[in-house]
Nanobody, 115 residues
């Protein structure tokens, strides 16, 4: 299982980023995929999940308020890639973002929201 995230970086509050996760080494279209994040000094938390077909998404109750309408998970089963579109970014979104499935996770990509 290989998961490689990209698209992170430094962005000003109110800005946007689109994270990508390129997958290989397993039958991508048969696995649900997730994005997690871990901020400094905090535990890793689930941000979003998408089913294998890409037609059902889940955002945890704990984050529905903070991320509702701002984050969108999607996937492309032809190109074995899962995305996280993040809009109206806030400083509290600063974290390392990981994609993962039941078989493993990537190394993460740093997202820093700061003016």
């Amino acid at each position: 299982v290989q998961l490689v995230e990209s698209g992170g970086g430094l962005v000003q509050p109110g800005g946007f980023l689109r994270l990508s996760c390129a997958a290989s080494g397993f039958p991508f279209s048969t696995y649900a995929m997730s994005w997690y994040r871990q901020a400094p000094g905090k535990e890793r938390e689930l941000v979003a999940r998408i089913n294998s077909a890409g037609n059902i998404t889940y955002y945890p109750d704990s984050l529905r308020g903070p991320v509702k309408g701002r984050f969108t998970i999607s996937r492309d089963n032809v190109h074995n890639t899962v995305y996280l579109q993040m809009n109206s970014l806030k400083p509290e979104d600063t974290a390392v973002y990981y994609c993962a499935n039941s078989a493993g996770r990537g190394q993460g990509t740093q997202v820093t929201v700061s003016s």
